[in-house]
């Protein structure tokens, strides 16, 4: 722990000279960065959940809204790592969340912030373990809770390497972990059993508002959800070969940034096809619809047989599996789902999603994936990922634990 206090000091300036420039730049407010610095308006004796950024919180918000079930009278202080998690937050508009930028983990920081806020307990989401927060808030005796904990073998070998894994853990008060693996690493690290919570994967627990599907018939549509820049142009590629093979064919065109909408829009013209747009309130009676809009997913969803998920043809990890596959979608995927590795790992294993490595796969997956081939593929995806976690009996878990 001293060698971690000594690298975070000088690692501070940076790291503030960072953040600086993103605020002279227009990124970032003054009032985030204030919050980053233990600072902001009190949100006092609250119960502080933190998530790291927008995949996070959309998994904690079912364990979120059933806290506040279980105990109306509970408050929270919902802590993010980025601006955009930040504004999602803001957005559910709930006067019992209180969200903020979390704190950095230096030590003269984090008691800025605990003096302030002075939190009842802190909820972890996933793996988001820092040194110096743990032991501060341990110091001052409150409860550490992890949810949903993720610790692969390499991890857990390389923090045993370290020396810091047994203090930490030893730090944490209850543990929900993600799968039956990440929980056995925490126990061979040092948490004792009687510190387990039932296991929960909190990305199980998502729903999604299904909305109102096109009137396309749903075997014939094909869903790209949220792609990115280099993913558009093999995509429409593959659709043009494939409907040349499948004339009734259409594709829903779901960018993760809207803002991206007229390049894809000429993508689509270079790749010979026509399309009407969302965002313009354009019927759907072109092949291809670009959904160039935000929180309408789950009508793309509802209205897809077919799904292939963004971020997987390009280095960014992939999205989420769960919500498609909530809808009985079939699943398509390109190489890179390192951010869901053990969900497509199974749902690969069990049939209920294909990898499509190449623009051809994606083609022939599109061509001869008919109305049977995608009922069969949702039936083993169901069954791979298993039912959505009891967020209700784990909030009561949890508060029970306070």
């Not at 609250?46 to 959309?58: D, M, P, V, Y």
């Not at 079912?62 to 980025?82: C, F, G, H, K, R």
Request: charged share 20%.
């Amino acid at each position: 722990m001293v060698l971690y206090r000594l690298l975070v000091s000088i690692a501070s300036l940076p790291v503030l000279a960072a953040l600086l420039w993103r605020v002279l730049r227009g990124r970032e407010s003054r009032t985030a960065l204030a919050e980053r610095l233990g600072g902001g308006e009190a949100a006092p004796h609250r119960l502080w959940l933190h998530a790291a950024s927008n995949g996070e919180l959309t998994s904690a918000k079912p364990l979120i809204d059933a806290l506040l079930a279980a105990d109306p009278a509970s408050q929270l202080l919902v802590t993010v790592n980025t601006v955009t998690a930040r504004e999602l937050g803001q957005g559910w508009a709930d006067p019992r969340i209180a969200i903020r930028m979390a704190p950095l983990d230096h030590r003269a920081v984090l008691r800025r912030f605990l003096s302030r806020h002075d939190p009842r307990a802190l909820v972890v989401i996933e793996n988001e373990l820092w040194p110096n927060r743990m032991a501060l808030m341990a110091d001052a005796g409150r409860p550490i809770f992890v949810i949903g904990a993720r610790m692969s073998a390499r991890s857990a070998a390389r923090w045993a390497k370290i020396g810091m894994a047994q203090p930490m853990v030893a730090q944490i008060s209850a543990l929900s972990a993600q799968d039956a693996g990440s929980e056995a690493r925490f126990v061979d690290l040092g948490l004792p059993r009687d510190r387990l919570m039932p296991p929960a994967n909190l990305k199980t627990a998502i729903t999604v508002a299904p909305g109102t599907p096109l009137d396309w018939p749903r075997s014939d549509t094909v869903l790209a959800a949220s792609t990115h820049e280099g993913e558009d142009a093999p995509i429409l590629a593959a659709f043009a070969k494939a409907r040349a093979r499948r004339p009734g064919l259409r594709l829903i065109l779901a960018p993760r940034h809207p803002r991206r909408a007229p390049e894809i829009a000429a993508l689509i013209a270079r790749a010979g096809l026509r399309h009407t747009t969302r965002s313009k309130d354009e019927p759907p009676t072109a092949e291809v619809y670009l959904a160039d809009t935000l929180g309408e997913m789950g009508r793309w969803y509802a209205s897809a047989g077919l799904c292939f998920v963004g971020g997987s043809l390009v280095e960014k990890g992939g999205h989420t599996p769960y919500e498609p596959a909530g809808f009985g979608c079939a699943l398509l995927h390109g190489p890179d789902v390192a951010n869901f590795a053990d969900a497509y790992a199974a749902l690969d294993a069990a049939g209920g999603a294909r990898l499509c490595e190449t623009e051809a796969d994606i083609a022939t997956a599109f061509a001869t994936l008919d109305a049977d081939a995608q009922a069969e593929m949702a039936r083993a995806a169901r069954g791979a990922l298993g039912p959505p976690a009891d967020v209700e009996s784990l909030a009561k878990a949890l508060l029970a634990r306070l």
